[in-house]
C-alpha cells in the first residue's frame, strides 16, 4: 500500500504523542534512584513542549 506524500509526512508528527506516553509511562514505573531518572524527567517535560507547540502550529495551519 503506497502512502501519499502527506501520509509520510504527518508520520513523524503523530509519533510525538505517542513517544510521550511511552516515555510518561516508563517515568512512573521507574525506580526513583535510578540513574536515568533526572534524564528522563529532563526528556519528558523537553517533549511535553514539543507536541505543545507542534499541536498549536497545526491548530495555525488548519486555520488558514
Same mark, same amino acid.
Given at each position: 500500500m503506497a502512502l501519499s506524500l502527506e501520509n509520510m509526512l504527518i508520520m513523524p508528527v503523530q509519533r510525538l504523542p505517542r513517544y510521550l506516553i511511552l516515555l510518561t509511562e516508563y517515568e512512573k514505573n521507574l525506580v526513583p534512584n535510578h540513574p536515568d531518572a533526572a534524564n528522563l524527567k529532563k526528556a519528558v517535560t523537553l517533549l511535553e513542549? =514539543? =507536541?505543545s507547540? =507542534?499541536? @498549536?502550529?497545526?491548530?495555525?495551519? @488548519?486555520?488558514l
Open positions: 513542549k =514539543v =507536541v507547540q =507542534v499541536n @498549536e502550529t497545526m491548530k495555525l495551519t @488548519e486555520a
